[in-house]
């Protein structure tokens, strides 16, 4: 893998493996610490409590924008996109605006996610999980159907057809995670099986993990698009006597 990072392909690789690590490292300590139930917790679950409520909060920021992470690959995705559509014309730029922007408002959702525990300000948090994961399958909705427009130049159609399964196992995930979530009568980190809400936690959970793994191996399909590409900085001084 680390052989083929050429070019800028080290953005979506660092992404999917920090946003990993971020899960799976809360999860861990979570369990051990024994503040959540090992089977299948809410990804929130696993960094309400510290120690992990700190990690949690480290790693999800800097998935969302710091370093060379979300932020910056959904940014290096769209200005891939407007170089190539510029001589081939397969996409409106609006289209692509579009989807950028709502990538970066599902950033802002992360951070939201982050930074605002769920049993401390639930509305908050919620609110910021609603925003990263909507937005977030529809960015990867869109970006599918870029991916087909620019066949067969830009994308192979084995490519295009990846892309769009993962975003559509997304969005038929998202939905009823939602409506699950909305049934729970009660914010609480640990579940017993014979409590009324269960099944509805049980269900919005096994989701919520489909959505958010969804969004990292969907982000993992760009790296061979990344490979031929490079990011030059250049500074220009205005006013110089």
Known sequence: MLANLQGVAFLPFLLVTWSSAAFIISYVIAVLEGHVNPFLPYISDTGTTPPESGIFGFMINISAFLGKQSAATM????????????????????????????????????????????????????????????????????????????????????????????????????????????????TKLEWNPDEKDYKNHLGSAICEWTVAFGFIFYFLTFIPDFQDVTVKATLEIQNIE
């Open 75 to 186: 940014y290096t995705r769209f200005k891939i996109v407007k170089k190539q559509s510029e001589t081939s014309h397969f996409i409106s730029p609006v289209f692509n605006i579009v989807s950028f922007g709502l990538g970066l408002v599902g950033c802002i959702g992360m951070c939201i996610v982050a930074n605002f525990q769920e049993l401390a300000v639930p509305v908050v948090h919620d609110g910021g999980a609603l925003l990263a994961f909507v937005c977030g399958v529809i960015y990867t909705l869109l970006q599918s159907i870029i991916s087909y427009k620019s066949c067969p130049r830009w994308n192979s159609v084995t490519m295009s057809r990846i892309r769009m399964v993962i975003s559509a196992v997304s969005c038929a995930a998202v939905v009823p995670m939602i409506a699950f979530a909305s049934l729970i009568s009660i």
